[in-house]
């Protein structure tokens, strides 16, 4: 079967990289790709963003599945305009994607079908907003409410900081995403990242997985989209798992099915595990990154018959496979990320890695037959174990193998949380 991969990050790199080792894969696509995705798909100039474009390829090369993997498209709604000139599509609906795509909505969500979260208020003007930080006091947390490349929540731990964070995302910050705010009481915990294979009704869910979002060793330093992750997450024991698809998992859903809105596709439960019990941080309607780059290494099945079953309701007929052991990603970004960064650097070393060390590509590109860097992250370079700490010191010899101009990463992946 031929594939159309919408995307082109270090998440898509993996899902490309498991799905290319399934013998019903004949091709694939990727809109836009990056430079290692090249290697193994054949790589289509459209943003993911470019719904027209994407729908216009899909009618005329006919893919048997286009596989939309980040959120903007999943929120634009590709899914139901690919549906709707018979193309088969993984992933949500657009009206179950706003479980992701408002924060409001899921908030609201939870609260109607007591599902555990923090408490909050929703806001649309910002002296009300200010009204309610004041009396609730720091820390406190401010979320613009749409989506906001991740850049929509501040961890404020004074009141101060907390009002300007409104006032920022009421000012625009943050672009329409940021003209409703939802307010939410402060949690402490370790976090892990659940998450699910979902058809409407049933579900399987994958290891759970950690990611380290800071940019510094220690967790310290401004957020980024992800400096390196690993899975399993040593914190999500049997019994918190247990806890967690009891009071979370199955009653999201349920609910998403009992609202006219089933959900198909992968559901991301960004969790605290806080002394209370799991709580639930985010919902994403997509698989997560980096956490997708240390999950496919983990995954014996096939990935096609499980995207299937996810279309087409039968996820009850199947079963999933995990390998034992631990796998572990560490990104490598570029001198100034998460602020502002340079771009077109040789990568040196891809040759040189281990061959049992994969390096998922983030943000490369081709340049005159070299690889060169693109994004601020750059590189996923990531290994397999048979515990934790084996497949952590395997990536980091892969690390070691790999330079370009101003290259930094952490050297903390796995130790901490
Ligand atoms: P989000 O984009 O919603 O995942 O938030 C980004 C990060 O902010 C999360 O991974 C948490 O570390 C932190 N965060 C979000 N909400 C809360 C909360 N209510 N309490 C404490 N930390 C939070
Ligand atoms: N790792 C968090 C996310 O994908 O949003």
Redesign the pocket.
């Known amino acids: 079967m031929n594939i159309f991969m919408i995307g082109g990050g270090g998440r898509e790199h993996a899902l490309i990289w498991k799905l290319s080792q399934s013998r019903k894969v004949d091709k694939i696509w990727c809109a836009p790709g990056n430079g290692g995705i090249a290697a193994l798909a054949e790589c289509v100039p459209l943003k993911a963003t470019d719904i027209p474009g994407l729908v216009e390829f899909a009618r005329k090369n006919r893919p048997d599945l286009v596989f939309v993997a980040p959120d903007d498209p999943l929120a634009l709604g590709l899914v139901d305009e690919l549906e709707a000139i018979g193309i088969r599509a993984f992933g949500p609906h657009k009206n179950a994607a706003v479980i992701e795509a408002s924060?409001s909505f899921a908030k609201d969500l939870m609260r109607k079908y007591h599902i555990p979260t923090?408490a909050y208020a929703v806001f649309d003007d910002p002296a009300s907003a200010r009204a309610y930080i004041e009396q609730q006091g720091a820390?406190i947390?401010v979320?613009a409410d749409g989506l906001a490349l991740?850049k929509?929540?501040t961890?404020a731990m004074t009141v101060e900081e907390a009002v300007a964070a409104s006032d920022a995302a009421f000012g625009g910050a943050f672009g329409k995403a940021g003209a409703r705010v939802v307010i939410?009481?402060?949690?402490?915990g370790v976090?892990a990242s659940v998450l699910c294979f979902v058809d409407g009704e049933h579900w399987i869910a994958m290891p759970a997985a950690q990611d380290h979002?800071p940019v510094f060793d220690g967790n310290r330093g401004p957020?980024t989209g992800g400096m390196g992750s690993f899975a399993p997450s040593r914190a999500y024991t049997k019994e918190i798992a247990e806890i967690t698809e009891r009071t979370i998992i199955e009653p999201t859903v349920r609910a998403m099915a009992a609202e006219g809105r089933p959900f198909k596709g992968v559901l991301y439960f960004?969790l605290?595990l806080t002394a209370a019990g799991p709580r639930v941080?985010?919902y994403n309607a997509r698989f997560g990154d980096p956490e997708t780059q240390s999950l496919m290494p983990l995954l014996k099945s096939d990935l096609v018959p499980i995207l299937e079953a996810c279309i087409d309701g039968t996820l009850d007929r199947i079963s999933v496979e995990w390998y034992d052991g631990a796998c572990a990603c560490v990104v490598l970004a570029s001198g100034g990320y998460p602020g502002s960064y340079q771009k077109g650097l040789p990568i040196h070393g891809l040759g040189k890695l281990p061959r049992d060390v994969a390096a998922f590509h983030a943000g490369t590109a081709r340049a005159d037959g070299a690889m060169v860097t693109a994004g601020g992250r750059v590189l996923g370079i990531t290994a397999r174990g048979e515990t934790l700490p084996d497949a952590l010191a395997h990536a980091y010899e892969g690390v070691r193998c790999v330079s370009f101009d101003g290259m930094h990463y952490r050297t903390d992946i796995g130790k901490i949380g």
């Open positions: 924060k923090a820390p947390v979320k991740g929509g929540v961890v939410e009481e402060y949690m402490t976090e979002k957020n960004g605290m941080v985010e």
